[in-house]
């Protein structure tokens, strides 16, 4: 039967790992310090998982607080969205992993492979599933391990990357937490941002372990530009999308890729800093989970009421990129 009613965020929950790695613990690793890492990033510490503990496992934590708060069981959940750069393995995909280690049923499972812009696309992607009416309650996650894919010789890139997991449950509601619009895109540029090898265009062998190719590659600046230039138009988009003006936003929650990427566009988009939210400090940059983790935080402070404007906005590797505008 079709109700009115449309897509919505009904909870978040998030998960990160216990081990604190401070900007000192790396310049042990790589010729680096905690001066010139915080001033280009706006780190300071990052958590790492345990060597024995995957992204499914952070992503099932994510989600059982999720779940929780949404005060549903895992069995009412009828589709799995997993956002990862970083799977447990090619397949089964981390979707699957999390059906499992939930107990859920045979419901879908699917991985989505869009680097840091992964929640977006998620959430885009969940509330089209819930508005179709073939769905119920979709349980969309953010779920990375890059310390098992980071460049531990390269210290242009390492000082970035961290762990952790975000969670949220979408289905149909009253208008609480509705995702107003969204939107998506790519455009390939391989060397901006890559893991060359692992697939079928490059599969293991001794050389590619050897020169580091199974993990990420970064071309800094490049990427930096293009965040920088996306983020404003993007916050614009939103905005116009959504018939509100800048000053409406109340918040903006950002993938925590680097603060000074962060203020230079929201500086261009006429939203002031103190509407923005900002972890990165703590958590370093987590790919698809940054976002969530960053949501569930500011709605434990108290920075997000009922009513609210608030923008996600992500870039990642692809080049791919994304937002949604939700009505809290
Ligand atoms: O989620 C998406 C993933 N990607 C990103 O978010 C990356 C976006 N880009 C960035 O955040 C920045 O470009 C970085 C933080 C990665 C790099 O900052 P930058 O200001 O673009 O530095 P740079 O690469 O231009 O390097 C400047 C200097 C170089 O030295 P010289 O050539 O000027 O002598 C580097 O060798 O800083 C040096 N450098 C370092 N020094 C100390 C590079 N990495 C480090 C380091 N510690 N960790």
């Known amino acids: 039967m079709s109700d009115s009613r449309s897509a919505g965020i009904l909870s978040i929950g998030s998960y990160t790992p216990k081990r604190v790695v401070t900007n000192d613990d790396l310049s042990k690793i790589v010729d680096t310090n905690d001066e010139w890492i915080f001033q280009r990033t706006g780190i300071r510490e990052r958590r790492f998982a345990r060597e024995d503990e995957y992204t499914s496992d952070m992503a099932i934590e994510a989600a059982r607080v999720a779940l929780q708060r949404a005060e549903l069981e895992p069995?009412?959940?009828?589709?799995?969205?997993v956002a990862t750069?970083?799977?447990?393995?090619?397949?089964?995909?981390?979707?699957?992993?999390?059906?499992?280690?939930?107990?859920?049923?045979?419901?879908?499972?699917?991985d989505i492979s869009t680097a840091c812009a992964g929640f977006v696309y998620a959430l885009e992607l969940a509330a089209a599933l819930v508005n179709t009416e073939s769905y119920r309650n979709v349980l969309v996650i953010g779920a990375?391990?890059?310390?098992?894919?980071?460049?531990?010789?390269?210290?242009?890139?390492?000082?970035?990357?961290?762990?952790?997991?975000?969670a949220a449950v979408v289905t149909k509601t009253d208008g609480r937490g509705r995702v107003l619009c969204s939107r998506n895109g790519a455009r390939y540029d391989y060397d901006a941002l890559n893991v060359a090898a692992g697939g079928s265009r490059?599969?293991?062998?001794?050389?590619t372990v050897e020169k580091h190719m199974h993990t990420i590659a970064l071309k800094g600046r490049?990427?930096?530009?293009?965040?920088?230039?996306?983020?404003?138009?993007?916050?614009?988009?939103?905005?116009?999308?959504?018939?509100?003006?800048?000053?409406?936003?109340?918040?903006?929650?950002p993938h925590q890729a680097n603060v000074n990427i962060i203020e230079s566009a929201m500086e261009r988009a006429g939203i002031?800093?103190?509407?923005?939210?900002?972890?990165?400090?703590?958590?370093?940059?987590?790919?698809?989970?940054?976002?969530?983790?960053?949501?569930?935080?500011?709605?434990?402070?108290?920075?997000?009421?009922?009513?609210?404007?608030?923008?996600?906005?992500?870039?990642?590797?692809?080049?791919?990129?994304?937002?949604?505008l939700i009505k809290w």
């Not at 750069?85 to 699917?110: E, H, R, Y």
């Not at 983020?231 to 003006?245: K, P």
């Open 75 to 81: 069995k009412d959940i009828d589709y799995i969205l």
């Open 85 to 110: 750069a970083s799977p447990d393995n090619t397949f089964p995909n981390t979707a699957c992993w999390v059906q499992k280690g939930l107990g859920m049923g045979d419901i879908a499972a699917l």
């Open 144 to 166: 990375e391990k890059l310390s098992s894919i980071t460049n531990w010789t390269d210290r242009g890139s390492c000082i970035l990357f961290a762990d952790g997991a975000g």
């Open 202 to 207: 490059m599969p293991a062998s001794h050389e």
């Open 222 to 253: 490049t990427v930096y530009k293009f965040a920088v230039q996306k983020f404003e138009e993007m916050a614009r988009e939103a905005c116009q999308r959504g018939g509100i003006t800048a000053d409406q936003v109340s918040l903006v929650v």
């Open 272 to 324: 002031s800093m103190d509407r923005v939210v900002i972890n990165m400090d703590r958590y370093g940059n987590t790919s698809s989970a940054s976002i969530p983790i960053a949501l569930d935080e500011a709605l434990a402070a108290g920075r997000i009421k009922r009513g609210d404007y608030v923008l996600l906005e992500a870039f990642g590797g692809g080049l791919s990129w994304g937002y949604n």
